[in-house]
């Protein structure tokens, strides 16, 4: 039986999605989780991207120890420097490198012929080899490239010290069938490929991304490489979960396992959902909250006398969670721990008290808390800022609403010590608040994103709002605030959002 290696690059390929925003904190959280998941290899980020982006990839070098902690560097020495620094004190670093093999990518991106390419890729692996044995190599936009070029490059790269040879579909443009001879190909035509680990790595934009993924499997790709929930650049890049899952079930068919403990797929794919406030598909396969429930009579009927008659995999193989545990005002700090343990989420003890004391408050308003309601109220929690960083207090806040009234609101805010007051009108109450709130703190910031979900049935049920702001030099900020009133609730993700903003704005003055 074969094995596959499963690369996850949520926290590099995935957080290029299009408002998918995390904090070193919560990426730290969630490589945790992969850990728990059993990955062989986490794919960090890009260190030189950004100093929040070295920051959570040395952060994840230091504390995940047992998958492989892996960094992606273009070719120049100044990417491979802050890859290194950034995975050094990992126990199995590992350097990712790539350069653009296509056509199109080299004439108008690069702006190079295709020897300076060979030349580019084989002196950065060279170089990248020169601190880590460990070695990925990428010709980016494989798909498209010319195939014996692109041998040519693998080959050089294999030659300068290449471990791992990923062949990505960058911009998701293979078929199945071509994809997997690619992958025969390279094996037949490269000398010295034999003893490298072939990998697929392949974006969603015609929805081929698992099939393309399975069919290099088929054709000797023994690493994958994709993100949970799929979430990544445009469509997305492959589904882990779908690639896991399709081995699982159809062992007879491809003869070929992996590691994974595919009880903590439903938490992993969860708490990323959460994080990066990308919520899932209903009918999302393996982990949309559809994806084991039965409407049809027919296939109710059929579930109740024999489960496989309409089910090929068990829910509980992904680790799905009946969310009833019912929380109220008599639940203490142990409970609550449990809840988060199993969320793979991790609060200090005053952080666990503080999430404790907000659901006695809430018990006497809402009649039931449930499990996905304490962990709103952690996240809450884990993504205040610090104690003296908030620049923005709110003071109070009033609307005034009605179906033959434009609806109006007064906010009282505390900014820098100062006291201001502002009134505007909207659309809705919520609006008339976010417009209250503008006319404070200026124009420097406006919202982008509004989501609400009530994340427990009924008119009491808490309000869970997400929202993003951007600032005027583009700079997109993710807050959240859970309230059992939707208005209480948005003015705070707003406000938090804001101070996000001033705080950032102000670390980036001094740096
Ligand atoms: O899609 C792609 O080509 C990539 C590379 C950096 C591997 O993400
Ligand atoms: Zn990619």
């Not at 499990?371 to 996240?379: N, P």
């Not at 707003?494 to 001033?502: D, E, P, S, T």
């Given at each position: 039986m074969k094995h596959i290696r499963?690369?996850?690059?949520?926290?590099?390929?995935?957080?290029?999605?299009p408002g998918a925003n995390l904090t070193p904190a919560e990426k730290l959280m969630i490589a945790k989780q992969l850990e728990k998941m059993n990955v062989d290899i986490i794919e960090a980020g890009f260190p030189i991207s950004s100093k929040g982006s070295f920051e959570a990839v040395e952060a994840i070098a230091k504390e995940v120890k047992k998958p492989v902690i892996c960094a992606l560097a273009r070719t120049n020495k100044e990417?491979?420097?802050?890859?290194?620094?950034?995975?050094?004190?990992?126990k199995k670093p590992r350097i990712h490198v790539f350069v653009a093999t296509s056509q199109i990518h080299m004439e108008h991106k690069l702006k190079k012929s295709p020897e300076e390419v060979i030349k580019m890729a084989s002196e950065a692996v060279k170089y990248a080899k020169s601190f880590c044995e460990d070695i990925e190599f990428s010709p980016e936009d494989a798909s498209r490239s010319d195939i014996d070029y692109m041998c040519r490059v693998i080959e050089a790269a294999v030659a300068a010290g290449a471990t791992t040879i990923n062949i990505p579909d960058t911009v998701g443009y293979a078929h199945p069938d071509e994809y997997g001879s690619r992958f025969r190909y390279v094996q037949e035509n490269v000398a010295n490929i034999k003893g490298a680990i072939l990998s697929a790595h392949c974006h969603n934009d015609l929805g081929l991304a698992t099939a393309n993924s399975l069919a290099a499997i088929e054709n000797g790709a023994t690493q994958i490489e994709g993100t949970i929930n799929g979430i990544g650049?445009?469509?997305?890049?492959?589904?882990?979960?779908?690639?896991?899952?399709?081995?699982?079930?159809?062992?007879?068919?491809?003869?070929a396992d992996t590691a994974i403990n595919t009880k903590e797929i439903f938490r992993?794919?969860?708490?990323?959902?959460k994080l990066t406030?990308?919520?899932?598909?209903?009918?999302?396969?393996?982990?949309?909250?559809?994806?084991?429930?039965?409407?049809?009579?027919?296939?109710?009927?059929?579930?109740?006398?024999?489960?496989?008659?309409?089910?090929?995999?068990?829910?509980?193989?992904?680790?799905?969670?009946?969310?009833?545990?019912?929380?109220?005002?008599?639940?203490?700090?142990?409970?609550?721990?449990?809840v988060l343990k199993k969320a793979g989420i991790t609060l200090n003890k005053e952080q666990v008290l503080q999430v404790t004391a907000k659901i006695k408050e809430l018990s006497d308003k809402q009649k039931q808390i449930?499990?996905?309601?304490?962990?709103?109220?952690?996240?809450?929690?884990?993504?205040?800022?610090?104690?003296g960083e908030e620049i923005i207090k709110l003071d109070e806040w009033s609307v005034l609403t009605g179906n033959k009234i434009t609806p109006s609101s007064t906010v009282g805010l505390t900014i820098d010590g100062e006291k201001k007051v502002g009134t505007a009108a909207g659309v809705g109450p919520v609006d008339a608040a976010s417009n209250a709130i503008k006319s404070v703190i200026g124009p420097f910031i406006h919202l982008k994103e509004y989501n609400l979900k009530a994340i427990t049935g009924g008119t009491d049920a808490l309000a869970s709002v997400s929202i993003k702001l951007e600032d005027n030099q583009r700079n997109v900020f993710v807050s959240e605030a859970v309230e059992p009133d939707v208005i209480m609730?948005?003015?705070?993700?707003?406000?938090?959002?804001?101070?996000?903003?001033?705080?950032?704005?102000?670390?980036?003055?001094?740096?």
């Open positions: 499963i690369f996850d690059t949520t926290l590099r390929d995935g957080e290029q999605s990417d491979i420097d802050a890859a290194w620094n950034a995975i050094k004190h990992a650049e445009r469509a997305g890049n492959v589904a882990l979960e779908e690639v896991i899952m399709a081995l699982k079930t159809r062992k007879d068919y491809y003869d992993t794919s969860r708490m990323v959902s406030g990308m919520p899932i598909q209903w009918n999302k396969a393996i982990v949309g909250r559809n994806a084991f429930s039965h409407e049809a009579g027919i296939h109710q009927h059929g579930v109740l006398s024999y489960k496989k008659t309409y089910e090929i995999m068990s829910s509980e193989d992904i680790g799905w969670e009946g969310e009833n545990i019912v929380f109220g005002k008599l639940s203490g700090k142990h409970a609550v721990e449990d449930e499990q996905s309601d304490v962990i709103a109220l952690a996240l809450d929690t884990l993504n205040q800022l610090n104690e609730a948005s003015v705070k993700a707003i406000i938090k959002g804001a101070n996000k903003a001033l705080v950032f704005k102000k670390r980036h003055k001094k740096e």
